[in-house]
C-alpha cells in the first residue's frame, strides 16, 4: 500500500488524503482548484547543483572587481565590499549596512544555509537540526535584496557615464547571474519533499 499524508487546502480548507513522495507529479483541490501539492523532481539535487554553482559566483563576486572608473586617466577599481567601504567613509553608514546585509551576508547565509540542509540530504543522511535551517533561510531569502541593489549600480552608471568612463568588471556579471541562480534554487527547492525526508528519516 502506498503510504499516504493529509494535506489541507490553503485557500478552502478541504481535506485531502494524498499519496506521500510521487516525484514530478502535482495536484489540486477537488473543490476550488487550487494547487494542492507539486512534487518536484530530484528536488535536492537539482538545487544542490544551483547551490554549487552559486557559491562560485558569490566568491567571484566578492573577490574581483566590481567596476572600475576611469576619470581623466585617473583609474579606480572597486570590489563589492571596498564600495561598503566607501560609502561608510563617506558618511553614509546606513546605506553601507543595508548594501552589506542584502547584497552580501543575505545571499552568503542562503547559500551556506542551502549547503547544509542539501548535502547531507544528497548523502542520506538528515543535516542536524534541518527545522531550524529551513526556517532560517526562508527568513533569509526576503533579507536578499541584490536585484533592487543591481538596479541602483545601473542608475548610478548611467549618471555617471558622462563625467567618467566606466568599466563593468567580472563582478558585476557573477553578481547579476547569481541572481538568477538563487532565485532557481528557491524555485527547484520542494520544501514538501525536504520535509518528508525529515518525517520519514532519509
Ligand atoms: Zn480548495
Known amino acids: 500500500m502506498v503510504p499516504e499524508e493529509f494535506v489541507a487546502c490553503h485557500d478552502c480548507d478541504l481535506i485531502h488524503r494524498i ?34 554553482a552559486g557559491a562560485v559566483l558569490f566568491a567571484v563576486a566578492n573577490l574581483f572587481p566590481f567596476l572600475s572608473f ?4 585617473r583609474v579606480t577599481e572597486t570590489t563589492l565590499l571596498s564600495g561598503v ?3 561608510w567613509s563617506q ?4 546605506l553601507a549596512v543595508l548594501v552589506l546585509l542584502t547584497a552580501v551576508i543575505a545571499p552568503g547565509v542562503q547559500l551556506s544555509l542551502l549547503g547544509y540542509v542539501l ?3 544528497h548523502a542520506g543522511r538528515v543535516p542536524w537540526r534541518l527545522e531550524l535551517a529551513l526556517r532560517a533561510l526562508r527568513r533569509i531569502e526576503t533579507w536578499s535584496m541584490m536585484e533592487v541593489f543591481l538596479i541602483g549600480i ?3 552608471l548611467v549618471k555617471l557615464g558622462r563625467m567618467a568612463e566606466i568599466v563593468p568588471g567580472p563582478a558585476i556579471y557573477s553578481f547579476a547571474i547569481l541572481i538568477l541562480v538563487l532565485a532557481g534554487a528557491a524555485a527547484t527547492l520542494d520544501r514538501r519533499a525536504v520535509w518528508q525526508r525529515l518525517t520519514v528519516g532519509a
Do not use: I, W, Y
Open 70 to 73: 576611469d576619470m581623466q586617466g
Open 85 to 87: 567601504v566607501e560609502l
Open 154 to 156: 545601473l542608475v548610478a
Open 91 to 94: 558618511g553614509m553608514g546606513v
Open 19 to 52: 499519496p506521500v513522495g510521487q516525484e514530478g507529479r502535482s495536484g489540486r483541490c477537488t473543490r476550488c482548484g487550487a494547487v494542492l501539492f507539486n512534487h518536484k523532481r530530484n528536488t535536492v539535487e537539482r538545487t544542490l547543483a544551483l547551490t554549487a
Open 119 to 121: 548535502v547531507p540530504l
